[in-house]
């Protein structure tokens, strides 16, 4: 499940800015940490969002909140800046929240824990269908419940997930916001074949992804998904159309070591040993020495974020262009829509400096100027974080992409050898490629047989029609 | 042109089948090099992956040691090949650790990788998979126990119903299956082929089935049996198909259960007797004979072929010749060489059937020739029909050797002395041997063939096959040991059947291969000869002679000579047929002109002398005829006078008669010399005739000279002896003493003849008496008497004459005893008269001692006159005694006296009496002629006349001394 970075608008409270900032120096004055909350809330009606955050953190971690506007300042807040900035906190702490994001966050900490149920449980408390955080929370609801197999209920929720989305699509029409909501609801469109797939129920899956349109941005990622359904249906053919599809030149960004596996896979399974091994060794190749290169630069930045917050920007500029999986790694890191959110926020929080600029020199000023230093260091941090961890993501999937290379080689290595043993193999007349006779479709399925040029409208379409030599 | 082509077609399929083998042969290699290749990689590809991921990993060790070990399995594979290939001569010499070194050092580094990742790795749960390598390494290098011991451990280790596990398990089992235990190869591929995991599956359902056979548990043996049956038949599995159908079959006629056998069969397609037929074989291989027959036998019930029953055939035959059914055996050959003549057997089929009536026929013949069955004559002929039988069967089978076959069937027929039989056979084979150019066969077949013939075959047997016998022994051996006999055996067969061409082909060859038997080459010539002459083909003649005449033949020259003398005798017929028409005058003529023809050889003179003389004594002109006779002999033979010894015998009688004695005796002492030497037993008459005309006309010489030959010509002391006392005789009667005493003296050397020379030395004795040589004389008679008593002790007859001879000396000395009985007289005083009496009585007892002992001889005259002395001996002592008158005394004592005298001498009178009557007894019973017996039967009658001559003796000569 491709994780996701919910940033919500911030709602109107009707206060204006200077009043605010007015209050929120009275009341800093006063200091009083027990109303850091309207502290913080004055200051989100200021619209910064990163001063407050640690205001409302601090208030969270001293106090006992179970307060619907502590609740809502931190909707507020966590809207604005990303949930990133609270999943850093302990759930002890978070669960004093009732607010509907902190819930989300809750969820979100005990799924990536396994907790699917306890995942569910958070998000049990109704969300109204208003709340921004809404599709986000069913898209996570319906995830945990089809991880649990609960095939039907994950089904219901991925729809309604879909819904939800549509409507708030149409309420909007601030752009970043619409296209988050277009991505999650893509991502609902695509859970529920990702669960039939699950459950290895492969046709279903087959027509439900094709429910997922081209134009989606999450498309050329859940194709591969799609490669991997035609492979279980043993539509190898398919699946190698789907595959080659990432050859365009519009797909040069992606990065999955696993599509060149998947090749390799469906031609082991046509039994087109030389065709697989050729995929094996066309991956080594091209990777094992940048792969070197790439993991020796990944343990030269060891845990410097800051570094790592740089790598996409500077590739963007032009740098890292050598190597060929950093290179590919940090664009596609760049395309990846929770890194653009977590970016998007680090530069609205850059916009609460300015306006901290125009503020009187005061204590207020200083412990702003403080809390912001503090939340758009952890925003770069957590930039930086997120850009290791998908930096070593990548270097596992190299390190896995080789390991299945070498076992897949092996294991045509094996049937090769099991067949020189029956001694089938040995005089064969010829091998018969691409013969339309060998294709499956199903009544949603166009198929164009790849020709070594990629047309738009055909991309993930074509089909190769290898003849399987399986005896 | 069909020949080039059957060459192309030949030359096609061998290369086809060359080319075959060599791309089967390409093919593994090919296979080999190319798996080579992939475990290289494999190797390749798993290092890879062990750097990529940076650390050794269980799997990756566990892969590694897979791929070396296989890799090491096809080294090795490799290394075997070439380590055949290497001719013997170099591959005694290699060094097998340096052959093998490379698929060992796979094998090492496989068996080390194993072993670094079991110690390496203690909790790795794959362990099993490790010691499966190990085990299967230990059974590569043969090491059972230890592989086995892996294999236990390899299950152990592994999870339950894991691959390896049930590998391990197959593994196992199929060293109990092995092994023989059954009940543990059961329990392991029972639990190892719960699932149908792999294609194998079928493979070891079939040796669990077997397990359950061996166990005992029929059913469950044949359920799996089928299951495997039924699965061979999807091609992801082993098709275990052909070993089933044959195993099944077995099972179900173990199990007693055949009708569901045919059923299964029947039902999968499958011909019963096919299937039966390969079980049979199957349990042949088995050493299940008893069964394999039982299953063979039923299975030509089912047959569906001819093909089949062939099959079928093959298997049972080698069968009844393990277990001696000869019958089912001959029956068998017979069926299978039917199907033979028919082309419907393979190579291998003909092989076989080769083989079983090649074994059977000797052995048959061996028992036959080793007397096995010699008092058991149905059988000992039953065996020769068959193994008669299975000899023409090989010669069908092997028409190449045919010639060794009927050769073989003669012996055994030769063996039990059916000589009749065999002899046919014998021929059969020289004619095979002819056409299969075996001069060894040919030459053995020949010979056996001319030994039966020898051995009282029936006359059309003979006929039949005697002269192509000889031929065929000739055409093998024209110049052997044997061969000249054999040629002239045929020469006289050929001749014997009149058939003239056969003979005169038959003497050209033997001319030609003998060159140097001019006698044969003689004898041959004289046959064809003879019978031109004999059927009077004169023109065939006169050819052959013109052929001899001209060097053609290497005949001596007597012969030539005679072939002459045939010609010539031919053109004399005339003679002869004016002889037989009594035409003696022109015979005479024409014997004459033959004789004196200086072309005439001495054979044609000899007749024409003979005949001459025969014309001549005919006419009664006995000069001419003993000339004639003379002249012949000298040319004759023995054996040619032995032919006409009757005329000769007339010849020389006739000249006898007509007292012309030299002539006579000369021409029958040089017929005695010409027949010395043979067997005739004319010998003795002419050499008894010749010898007593020699005497008859007193050539002393002459029969001396005779007498002295007849040794040598083998005549016996019977015929000489009586010679030599015809010739003692005659030189007596001529006063030839000094020869008399000459022949004697020479006589006397031999002992044998003493008993002989007996009586004329009593003449030679006399004659020295009446001359006044006494001395001599009396040394003579010592001699006689040493004769006599030498012939006693040797037990020799003495002739009678010889008796007698003895006899007389011996009368002599007693007469001269009884002389001095006589001259002493009787005289007073009475004790000197007492005295006298008594010493007469003593001498008159010694005499009649002597007497009788004289008489005892055997001598008519010595008995006679013996008795005579002692009677008159005795009768002279009565009458002295009686008639003695004592000087000087009274009458009353004279008369007292002579009283008592008489009575005193009454037992001499009765002696002398007695002594008569018993000489009077013996002249009548032993019809004595002596001159002393009137003595005796004419006492006290009147004289009776008698005529003594000289000497003594009777003369009966009616014609009175000359």
């Given at each position: 499940m491709k994780k996701s970075c919910l940033l919500l608008f911030l709602l109107t409270i009707g206060m204006n800015a200077q009043a605010s900032i007015q209050g929120a120096r009275r009341i800093y004055q006063v200091g009083d940490k027990s109303r850091y909350p309207q502290l913080a809330a004055e200051l989100v009606q200021e619209k910064m969002y990163f001063s407050a955050a640690p205001f409302i953190k601090e208030y969270l971690a001293t106090s006992r909140v179970n307060d619907a506007a502590v609740d809502k300042v931190l909707d507020d807040v966590i809207t604005a800046v990303g949930v990133k900035q609270f999943e850093v906190l302990p759930a002890n702490i978070l669960e004093k929240s009732n607010a509907p994001t902190v819930r989300y966050i809750l969820a979100k900490k005990a799924f990536r824990a396994g907790k699917f149920d306890q995942a569910i449980k958070y998000l049990d408390r109704r969300i109204e269908d208003w709340h921004p955080v809404k599709p986000f929370a069913l898209l996570l609801e319906a995830s945990a419940l089809a991880v649990s197999k609960r095939e039907d209920k994950s089904n219901a929720v991925f729809r309604e997930c879909i819904d939800v989305a549509n409507s708030q699509i149409k309420k909007t029409d601030n752009k970043d916001r619409i296209r988050q909501l277009q991505i999650t609801r893509d991502y609902c469109v695509v859970g529920i074949p990702r669960a039939q797939f699950a459950l290895q129920k492969h046709e279903e899956a087959n027509l439900s992804y094709l429910d997922l349109p081209k134009s989606s941005y999450i498309w050329p990622e859940i194709l591969f998904e799609e490669a991997w359904n035609s492979f279980y249906l043993k539509d190898y053919n398919r699946t190698l159309g789907k595959l080659v599809t990432y050859k365009a030149p519009v797909f040069n960004y992606t990065f999955n070591p696993e599509i060149e596996v998947l090749k390799a896979l469906s031609y082991m399974e046509l039994c087109l040993w030389e065709d697989s091994k050729k995929a094996v060794e066309g991956f080594y190749s091209q990777y094992e020495t940048d792969n070197v290169g790439y993991k020796k630069f990944i343990d030269s930045l060891g845990k410097d974020y800051r570094q790592y917050y740089m790598l996409v920007k500077d590739h963007a500029d032009g740098k890292y262009k050598e190597n060929k999986i950093l290179s590919n790694a940090l664009a596609n890191i760049g395309r990846d829509p929770a890194y653009l959110e977590l970016y998007s926020s680090f530069n609205n929080g850059r916009d609460e400096i300015e306006r901290l600029k125009g503020l009187p020199n005061d204590a207020l000023k200083t412990a702003l100027n403080e809390n912001l230093r503090e939340s758009l260091s952890l925003q770069r941090n957590l930039i930086g974080s997120y850009v290791r961890g998908q930096l070593q993501l990548y270097a596992a999937q190299v390190v896995r992409a080789f390991e299945d290379m070498s076992y897949i080689k092996l294991e045509v290595l094996s049937k090769r050898k099991t067949e020189l043993y029956d001694d089938v193999s040995m005089r064969e007349t010829g091998r018969a490629r691409g013969d339309v006779a060998h294709l499956r479709r199903t009544d949603k399925q166009y198929f164009w047989t790849f020709n070594g040029e990629f047309w738009a409208d055909e991309l993930g379409d074509y089909v190769f029609s290898l003849k399987s030599e399986c005896k | 042109m069909k020949r080039k082509t059957l060459l192309v077609l030949c030359l096609g399929i061998f290369l086809t089948n060359t080319l075959v083998i060599n791309k089967a042969h390409a093919d593994v290699e090919q296979r080999r090099?190319?798996?080579?290749?992939?475990?290289?990689?494999?190797?390749?590809?798993?290092?890879?992956?062990?750097?990529?991921?940076?650390?050794?990993?269980?799997?990756?060790?566990?892969?590694?040691?897979?791929?070396?070990?296989?890799?090491?399995?096809?080294?090795?594979?490799?290394?075997?090949?070439?380590?055949?290939?290497?001719?013997?001569?170099?591959?005694?010499?290699?060094?097998?650790?340096?052959?093998?070194?490379?698929?060992?050092?796979?094998?090492?580094?496989?068996?080390?990788?194993?072993?670094?990742?079991?110690?390496?790795?203690?909790?790795f749960d794959e362990k099993g998979d490790a010691y499966y390598i190990l085990a299967y390494n230990a059974k590569e290098l043969k090491q059972e126990e230890q592989s086995k011991k892996f294999f236990q451990k390899a299950l152990e280790e592994s999870k339950s119903g894991s691959v390896v596990a049930d590998k391990s398990r197959i593994a196992l089992a199929e060293i109990y299956f092995n092994k023989g235990s059954f009940d543990k190869s059961m329990a392991l591929y029972e639990a190892a082929l719960k699932n149908k995991r792999d294609k194998w599956?079928?493979?070891?359902?079939?040796?669990?089935?077997?397990?359950?056979?061996?166990?005992?548990?029929?059913?469950?043996?044949?359920?799996?049996?089928?299951?495997?049956?039924?699965?061979?038949?999807?091609?992801?599995?082993?098709?275990?198909?052909?070993?089933?159908?044959?195993?099944?079959?077995?099972?179900?006629?173990?199990?007693?259960?055949?009708?569901?056998?045919?059923?299964?069969?029947?039902?999968?397609?499958?011909?019963?007797?096919?299937?039966?037929?390969?079980?049979?074989?199957?349990?042949?291989?088995?050493?299940?004979?008893?069964?394999?027959?039982?299953?063979?036998?039923?299975?030509?019930?089912?047959?569906?072929?001819?093909?089949?029953?062939?099959?079928?055939?093959?298997?049972?035959?080698?069968?009844?010749?393990?277990?001696?059914?000869?019958?089912?055996?001959?029956?068998?050959?017979?069926?299978?060489?039917?199907?033979?003549?028919?082309?419907?057997?393979?190579?291998?089929?003909?092989?076989?059937?080769?083989?079983?009536?090649?074994?059977?026929?000797?052995?048959?013949?061996?028992?036959?020739?080793?007397?096995?069955?010699?008092?058991?004559?149905?059988?000992?002929?039953?065996?020769?029909?068959?193994?008669?039988?299975?000899?023409?069967?090989?010669?069908?089978?092997?028409?190449?050797?045919?010639?060794?076959?009927?050769?073989?069937?003669?012996?055994?027929?030769?063996?039990?002395?059916?000589?009749?039989?065999?002899?046919?056979?014998?021929a059969e084979s020289i004619k095979r041997a002819q056409l299969?150019?075996?001069?060894?066969?040919?030459?053995?077949?020949?010979?056996?063939?001319?030994?039966?013939?020898?051995?009282?075959?029936?006359?059309?047997?003979?006929?039949?096959?005697?002269?192509?016998?000889?031929?065929?022994?000739?055409?093998?051996?024209?110049?052997?040991?044997?061969?000249?006999?054999?040629?002239?055996?045929?020469?006289?067969?050929?001749?014997?059947?009149?058939?003239?061409?056969?003979?005169?082909?038959?003497?050209?060859?033997?001319?030609?291969?003998?060159?140097?038997?001019?006698?044969?080459?003689?004898?041959?010539?004289?046959?064809?000869?003879?019978?031109?002459?004999?059927?009077?083909?004169?023109?065939?003649?006169?050819?052959?002679?013109?052929?001899?005449?001209?060097?053609?033949?290497?005949?001596?020259?007597?012969?030539?000579?005679?072939?002459?003398?045939?010609?010539?005798?031919?053109?004399?017929?005339?003679?002869?047929?004016?002889?037989?028409?009594?035409?003696?005058?022109?015979?005479?003529?024409?014997?004459?002109?033959?004789?004196?023809?200086?072309?005439?050889?001495?054979?044609?003179?000899?007749?024409?002398?003979?005949?001459?003389?025969?014309?001549?004594?005919?006419?009664?002109?006995?000069?001419?005829?003993?000339?004639?006779?003379?002249?012949?002999?000298?040319?004759?033979?023995?054996?040619?006078?032995?032919?006409?010894?009757?005329?000769?015998?007339?010849?020389?009688?006739?000249?006898?008669?007509?007292?012309?004695?030299?002539?006579?005796?000369?021409?029958?002492?040089?017929?005695?010399?010409?027949?010395?030497?043979?067997?005739?037993?004319?010998?003795?008459?002419?050499?008894?005739?010749?010898?007593?005309?020699?005497?008859?006309?007193?050539?002393?010489?002459?029969?001396?000279?005779?007498?002295?030959?007849?040794?040598?010509?083998?005549?016996?002391?019977?015929?000489?002896?009586?010679?030599?006392?015809?010739?003692?005789?005659?030189?007596?009667?001529?006063?030839?003493?000094?020869?008399?005493?000459?022949?004697?003296?020479?006589?006397?050397?031999?002992?044998?003849?003493?008993?002989?020379?007996?009586?004329?030395?009593?003449?030679?004795?006399?004659?020295?008496?009446?001359?006044?040589?006494?001395?001599?004389?009396?040394?003579?008679?010592?001699?006689?008497?040493?004769?006599?008593?030498?012939?006693?002790?040797?037990?020799?007859?003495?002739?009678?004459?010889?008796?007698?001879?003895?006899?007389?000396?011996?009368?002599?000395?007693?007469?001269?005893?009884?002389?001095?009985?006589?001259?002493?007289?009787?005289?007073?005083?009475?004790?000197?008269?007492?005295?006298?009496?008594?010493?007469?009585?003593?001498?008159?007892?010694?005499?009649?001692?002597?007497?009788?002992?004289?008489?005892?001889?055997?001598?008519?005259?010595?008995?006679?006159?013996?008795?005579?002395?002692?009677?008159?001996?005795?009768?002279?002592?009565?009458?002295?005694?009686?008639?003695?008158?004592?000087?000087?005394?009274?009458?009353?004592?004279?008369?007292?006296?002579?009283?008592?005298?008489?009575?005193?001498?009454?037992?001499?009178?009765?002696?002398?009496?007695?002594?008569?009557?018993?000489?009077?007894?013996?002249?009548?019973?032993?019809?004595?002629l002596s001159s002393d017996n009137g003595w005796f039967l004419s006492r006290n009658t009147a004289l009776i006349p008698e005529y003594f001559n000289d000497k003594g003796n009777v003369l009966m000569d009616k014609a009175g001394a000359k």
């Open positions: - | 090099a190319e798996l080579i290749k992939v475990l290289d990689e494999e190797l390749r590809e798993v290092t890879r992956l062990n750097k990529q991921i940076g650390a050794q990993r269980p799997d990756l060790m566990l892969r590694m040691a897979q791929v070396l070990l296989e890799k090491a399995r096809l080294l090795k594979d490799l290394e075997n090949q070439k380590y055949l290939e290497t001719p013997s001569a170099q591959r005694e010499k290699l060094n097998k650790d340096q052959v093998y070194k490379e698929s060992r050092r796979y094998f090492d580094q496989a068996q080390k990788t194993v072993l670094v990742l079991l110690k390496k790795f203690k909790k599956w079928t493979k070891d359902a079939f040796n669990l089935a077997w397990s359950y056979f061996k166990m005992g548990r029929y059913d469950k043996a044949i359920d799996t049996m089928t299951e495997s049956y039924e699965l061979s038949k999807n091609p992801k599995f082993i098709d275990m198909s052909k070993s089933i159908e044959r195993d099944l079959a077995f099972f179900y006629t173990e199990a007693g259960k055949s009708n569901e056998a045919i059923a299964f069969y029947k039902k999968n397609g499958k011909s019963v007797s096919d299937i039966m037929l390969k079980v049979g074989r199957y349990l042949k291989t088995q050493g299940k004979f008893a069964a394999a027959e039982k299953t063979l036998g039923e299975a030509l019930q089912y047959k569906t072929s001819e093909k089949e029953e062939i099959e079928l055939n093959i298997e049972l035959i080698s069968l009844y010749e393990k277990f001696g059914r000869d019958q089912k055996h001959l029956e068998t050959s017979r069926a299978l060489s039917a199907q033979f003549s028919k082309g419907n057997l393979t190579p291998d089929q003909v092989e076989i059937l080769k083989f079983n009536v090649d074994k059977m026929s000797a052995l048959i013949q061996q028992q036959l020739v080793s007397k096995t069955y010699e008092n058991q004559e149905k059988i000992r002929e039953a065996k020769a029909a068959a193994a008669n039988e299975y000899f023409m069967m090989s010669a069908l089978v092997s028409p190449e050797k045919a010639q060794v076959a009927y050769f073989h069937a003669g012996e055994t027929y030769f063996a039990i002395g059916k000589f009749d039989k065999a002899v046919p056979l014998y299969n150019k075996d001069k060894k066969t040919e030459g053995q077949a020949s010979n056996a063939m001319m030994v039966s013939l020898g051995k009282g075959v029936n006359k059309k047997t003979t006929e039949d096959y005697l002269i192509p016998a000889y031929e065929g022994f000739l055409s093998v051996e024209p110049k052997g040991d044997k061969s000249s006999v054999v040629y002239q055996r045929l020469f006289s067969a050929q001749m014997g059947k009149k058939n003239l061409p056969a003979a005169e082909k038959v003497l050209m060859n033997y001319k030609a291969n003998f060159p140097g038997e001019v006698d044969t080459q003689e004898k041959m010539l004289a046959q064809v000869m003879d019978y031109y002459k004999d059927t009077g083909d004169k023109v065939a003649l006169g050819n052959w002679a013109k052929r001899i005449e001209a060097n053609e033949f290497k005949v001596n020259p007597e012969y030539a000579s005679k072939v002459k003398t045939l010609v010539l005798g031919m053109q004399f017929e005339k003679v002869e047929q004016a002889s037989v028409k009594g035409d003696k005058r022109g015979a005479l003529k024409g014997y004459l002109e033959i004789y004196k023809s200086p072309e005439t050889d001495n054979e044609a003179k000899k007749t024409a002398a003979y005949n001459i003389a025969v014309l001549f004594y005919e006419t009664g002109d006995w000069k001419q005829m003993h000339a004639w006779s003379d002249r012949a002999v000298s040319m004759m033979t023995p054996a040619e006078i032995n032919k006409f010894e009757k005329d000769f015998i007339l010849f020389t009688t006739d000249l006898f008669q007509r007292r012309q004695f030299a002539e006579s005796a000369a021409l029958s002492e040089k017929i005695f010399d010409k027949i010395c030497t043979s067997n005739s037993k004319s010998t003795k008459i002419f050499f008894k005739n010749a010898n007593v005309i020699y005497l008859a006309d007193k050539q002393f010489d002459k029969s001396l000279a005779l007498l002295g030959k007849a040794p040598k010509c083998g005549l016996g002391n019977d015929v000489i002896l009586p010679g030599y006392l015809d010739h003692l005789t005659e030189l007596a009667a001529s006063n030839k003493w000094g020869s008399f005493n000459e022949v004697i003296k020479n006589l006397e050397s031999s002992k044998e003849m003493w008993p002989q020379l007996i009586y004329p030395s009593s003449l030679l004795a006399s004659e020295l008496e009446n001359i006044g040589r006494p001395d001599d004389a009396r040394k003579v008679r010592a001699k006689m008497v040493t004769y006599y008593e030498s012939a006693r002790k040797s037990k020799m007859d003495v002739p009678l004459e010889g008796l007698d001879a003895i006899s007389l000396i011996r009368l002599t000395s007693l007469e001269e005893q009884v002389n001095k009985l006589n001259s002493m007289k009787l005289a007073f005083p009475e004790a000197e008269y007492n005295k006298m009496l008594k010493a007469k009585f003593v001498m008159l007892d010694k005499i009649t001692t002597e007497a009788i002992s004289i008489a005892e001889l055997g001598s008519g005259i010595g008995i006679v006159r013996a008795y005579r002395i002692i009677v008159e001996a005795h009768e002279s002592l009565r009458n002295e005694m009686i008639g003695f008158t004592p000087e000087g005394k009274s009458p009353e004592y004279v008369s007292s006296f002579q009283k008592g005298m008489v009575k005193t001498s009454a037992p001499l009178e009765k002696q002398a009496q007695d002594f008569r009557e018993t000489a009077i007894k013996k002249i009548e019973k032993e019809n004595i």
